[in-house]
C-alpha cells in the first residue's frame, strides 16, 4: 500500500543546552492504517471546437467518448462502486441514504436501472468465463440459500446462488483459478441438470464425495 509520511518536527533546531545547530540523528517511526474517505465528484468532459479563419468552413472538434449509459450522466467508475457495494450487502435503499447523507439525491429506482444496464454490458464477459470454466475438467460447486424479494406475496423467497469453482494450483495446474455465480429460482433437480447436463469432468460438492459428471 502507499505510504504517506506526516512529519512532526521539533520548533526549534537549537540545542537547548548550548544552543548549538542540532543534526537529525534518527527517527521513529510508526505506521497506522489510515483510508480516505469517499469523494464524490463531477467528472468534466470537455471537447474544444476549433474553426478555420482562412475559408471560414471548417469546424473540428473531437467525438465524443462512448458512455456506459446513453445521453446517462454517470461514470464507469461509479456504475462498479455501485455493483461492488451491491453484492457486497449493502443494498440499493442503503445506498439511496449514504448518497442522501452526501448531499446527493439519487433514486432508488435510478441506482436499479443503472444496475440493469451494467448487468447488459457483462453478459459477453460473463458467458465467456462460464464457457471457460466449464470446460476444466474438476470443478467444485456448492449452492447458497438466498432470501429474494418477492412483491407479489409480500415477503421473501428462498432461491438458490450455486458457486462453480475451479482451482488447479495446489496440484501444479497451468490454468488459472476461477469462480462463476449463477442465480437459480429454487433447488429443483433440473436447475442443477441446465448446469451440469452437459459437463464430462469431475464435480465435487460439499455434500458429497468426488463423481464423474
Do not use: N
Request: contains cysteine; glycine residues 6%.
Amino acid at each position: 500500500m502507499p505510504r504517506i509520511d506526516v512529519v512532526i518536527d521539533i520548533e526549534s533546531h537549537s540545542c537547548p543546552c548550548c544552543g548549538e545547530q542540532l543534526h537529525k540523528i534518527a527517527e521513529t517511526v510508526k505506521e497506522a492504517f489510515d483510508v480516505i474517505p469517499i469523494q464524490y465528484r463531477i467528472k468534466r468532459i470537455v471537447r474544444p471546437r476549433y474553426g478555420c479563419r482562412g475559408c471560414r468552413q471548417g469546424v473540428v472538434q473531437a467525438p465524443a467518448p462512448a458512455q456506459a449509459i446513453d445521453g446517462g450522466m454517470v461514470t464507469e467508475a461509479l456504475l462498479a462502486h455501485v455493483a461492488v457495494m451491491k453484492y457486497y450487502r449493502l443494498p440499493l435503499y442503503r445506498q439511496e441514504q449514504m448518497f442522501a447523507a452526501q448531499g446527493i439525491t439519487l433514486d432508488r429506482q435510478t441506482l436499479a436501472s443503472w444496475m440493469g444496464r451494467l448487468a447488459w454490458w457483462l453478459k459477453p464477459p460473463l458467458a465467456l468465463l462460464h464457457h471457460a470454466v466449464m470446460s476444466y475438467p474438476r470443478l467444485f460447486a456448492d449452492e447458497t440459500p438466498l432470501p429474494v424479494l418477492d412483491p407479489g406475496r409480500g415477503r421473501t423467497k428462498v432461491c438458490q446462488f450455486w458457486a462453480i469453482a475451479t482451482d488447479d494450483r495446489p496440484w501444479g495446474g497451468p490454468a488459472p483459478p476461477a469462480v462463476i455465480y449463477v442465480f437459480a429460482e429454487d433447488r429443483k433437480a433440473i436447475r442443477a441438470k441446465r448446469l451440469f447436463g452437459e459437463y464430462r469432468g469431475i464435480l465435487q460438492s460439499m455434500a458429497m464425495p468426488p463423481t464423474r459428471a
